[in-house]
């Protein structure tokens, strides 16, 4: 029973979030709200850790200002007790060019009676800031590493 | 009570990149199994899609190649009916630097009759980028 309103918590605390629903989003968190997204800030200042649940409406406006569009795709859920991760697949469609970002998000979150507390959250951010920018990186950096990693 | 299929597949894992012993892995792995690591393959060939259980062992065989794992701590795990998802903080070093590197990563398994079918690895590859190359990548600001 609690594992089922812990799952529909963060169901709709996805669903909330990517529609842009700010109030529907904060109803899913507890007010000791925390969030870390393991990312580069200089390009995702609304990212890395955060807290409290005013975190919200700053990231929920700084990605509409970024993308006319937020689509997800959940792939993966499991819930076990307070704690419920997913994988999805976003497809952010940028402003400025119309390029479409995708790629795969795994978030995994706490909860505390039936509300999230905490909020953990990363993906492939290279690949990602090479999307966002629009230029390939892995070509300036492929020559040393492959100097690091035998193959 | 019976053991979850994640730790037994964890220990083989271990083992199998710090001691290349790969027995007991090749017996906890699904002949169909689909792996994927996401991340940028030209840096880390270790990376990249894989299917079946040959490439899937394989694949284990270049990353042992390439890191030895000193400690892993599980910072949060959940374990379902044939599944498991875990959010893990690994100590590394790159053997042919002899480099220390920590990451952090979410692994997302599926078991079909105890052995690994599916496996999904999400990293933070902008952070292991930088440690492997040892300087920070500078990038424009955006407010």
């Excluded at chain 1, 951010?125 to 492929?142: I, K, R």
Aim: proline share 3%.
């Amino acid at each position: 029973m609690v594992e089922e309103v812990n799952r529909r918590c963060v169901l709709d605390f996805l669903k909330a979030f990517y529609c842009g629903d700010v109030e529907a989003t904060l109803a899913c968190c507890d007010d000791d709200f925390d969030t870390i997204t393991y990312a580069p800030i200089e390009l995702f200042p609304h990212l890395g850790h955060k807290h409290g649940k005013s975190w919200i409406p700053d990231a929920i406006e700084t990605q509409q200002k970024r993308y006319s569009s937020r689509k997800y795709e959940l792939h993966f859920i499991a819930v076990d007790g307070p704690r419920v991760a997913t994988m999805m697949r976003l497809a952010l469609q940028k402003r400025n060019d119309q390029r479409v970002v995708q790629f795969e998000n795994a978030e995994f979150f706490t909860l505390n009676n039936g509300r999230i507390r905490e909020h953990r959250s990363f993906f492939d951010s290279f690949d990602v800031v090479e999307q966002v920018l629009g230029h390939d990186l892995t070509e300036s950096f492929a020559a040393t590493m492959r100097g690091a990693m035998l193959r | 009570m019976t053991e979850h299929s994640l730790w037994r597949f964890s220990r083989a894992l271990y083992r199998a990149i710090n001691e290349r012993h790969t027995d007991e892995l090749d017996a906890l792995i699904d002949d169909e199994v689909e792996w994927a690591i996401y991340g940028p393959i030209d840096m880390f060939p270790f990376f990249g899609a894989r299917r079946g259980k040959a490439a899937v062992l394989d694949v284990c065989r270049q990353v042992a190649d390439n890191v030895r794992v000193h400690r892993f701590d599980r910072e949060s795990v959940m374990l379902g009916v044939d599944m498991a998802a875990s959010m893990m903080r690994f100590s590394l070093t790159a053997l042919n630097q002899n480099k220390p590197i920590s990451l952090r990563l979410a692994q997302f398994a599926q078991f079909k009759g105890g052995k690994l079918s599916n496996m999904r690895v999400i990293v933070d590859t902008f952070d292991l980028v930088e440690q492997a190359l040892g300087h920070p990548i500078h990038l424009p600001k955006i407010a």
